[in-house]
């Protein structure tokens, strides 16, 4: 069993944009720079939001912060939405989700302009990247395809299981994953909270990725020998050995099933640094599709 060490592929990638940063510079080009937009204080959107201003930081791109109390209302939030689509000194920003119920999420995330949409999530990036354009790609299982791509692990022909269909992880990576391209060429299988038989399902699998949000979900009886098994579920659970008091789990009961595998993510330390990543290289790419 090999770990696919997402933390050490992202170190990886962000040295790479560090680099392009300082060429940018050389040449007298204008550094990128992200803006992001927090409301409320949910404290898994604000260690989010706090570790992309620290990858920005890192990498060198300028960065800048905007936080709003829950109470906020949708106006305001859509006005500040149409300031930075207006404000040519940022190249992309995000809005960070959830957001509080009295505002509609759809509403804000379309209000984005799509050449700014460095999450990837506004209808027409989703568009581009169904019909292979050149847009921006959602983060997250953008940055499953990267993973995958730098340790060569091979997709072509494969039956991949992807559980779970969110429109920001689940249902892009069911595209991304049955593309002709590689990584790519997969037979996919999207499973949801309605799929029949998913133990024998995800025991044909290949390729098994998880996306759920449920603890442990993913047992050893469910996964094939040798297979793949990518991770995505974050669920923060109480841990009173830990001085913060919580910690992290995955959707896949990672002790039982690690063995079974010939690679795996951990969590943390696996796609949630590559979901970070991707949002730096999106930013950068705002450059290239706005001629700057
Ligand atoms: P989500 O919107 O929370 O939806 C969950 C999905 O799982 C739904 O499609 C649901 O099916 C499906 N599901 C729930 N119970 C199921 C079951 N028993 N059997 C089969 N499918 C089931 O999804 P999400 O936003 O993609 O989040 C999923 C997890 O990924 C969460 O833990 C989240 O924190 C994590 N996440 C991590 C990152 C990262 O960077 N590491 C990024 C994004 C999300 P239905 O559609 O039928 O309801």
């Known amino acids: 069993m090999q770990l696919i060490d997402g933390r050490a592929i992202s170190e990886e ?23 992001a937009v927090l409301v409320g204080g949910d404290g898994a959107s604000i260690s989010y939001v706090n570790a992309k201003v620290k990858a920005c930081e890192m990498i060198g791109f300028e ?16 006005a500040k939405v149409q300031s930075l689509n207006d404000d040519k ?7 960070q989700l959830p957001l509080p119920a009295h505002i509609d999420e759809l509403k804000v995330t379309q209000a984005i302009d799509p050449l700014k949409d460095v999450d990837g999530f506004h209808p027409t990036n989703i568009g581009n990247m169904v019909l292979n354009i050149p847009g921006f790609l959602p983060a997250t299982p953008a940055g499953i395809m990267e993973m995958i791509k730098r340790r060569k692990i091979e997709t072509e022909g494969k039956n991949c299981v992807i559980i779970g ?48 949000g449920q603890p442990g979900f993913v047992t050893a009886d469910m996964v094939k020998d040798g297979a793949v098994v990518i991770d995505v579920g974050t669920t923060r659970i109480d841990d009173a050995s830990r001085e913060r008091g919580w910690r992290l789990v995955g959707d896949v009961d990672f002790a039982e099933v690690a063995p079974k595998c010939s690679y795996i993510t951990p969590v943390p330390g ?15 790419k705002a450059m290239d599709l706005k001629g700057k």
């Open 13 to 35: 990638i962000k040295q790479e944009l560090a680099l392009a940063v300082k060429s940018r510079k050389e040449q007298g080009k204008k550094i990128p720079h992200l803006a």
């Open 270 to 284: 696996g796609v949630g640094p590559m979901t970070i990543a991707s949002l730096m290289l999106n930013t950068l």
């Open 165 to 212: 269909r969110s429109n920001i992880v689940g249902m892009p990576l069911s595209i991304m994953m049955a593309r002709n391209s590689n990584p790519g060429n997969c037979t996919v299988t999207l499973a949801h909270s309605k799929t029949k038989n998913l133990k024998e399902l995800c025991l044909n699998a290949d390729i098994l990725i998880a996306a759920i």
């Open 89 to 95: 000194s940022i190249d992309g920003f995000i809005v």
């Open 63 to 78: 960065s800048t912060l905007i936080r709003y109390d829950d109470s906020v209302s949708e106006e305001i939030l859509l």
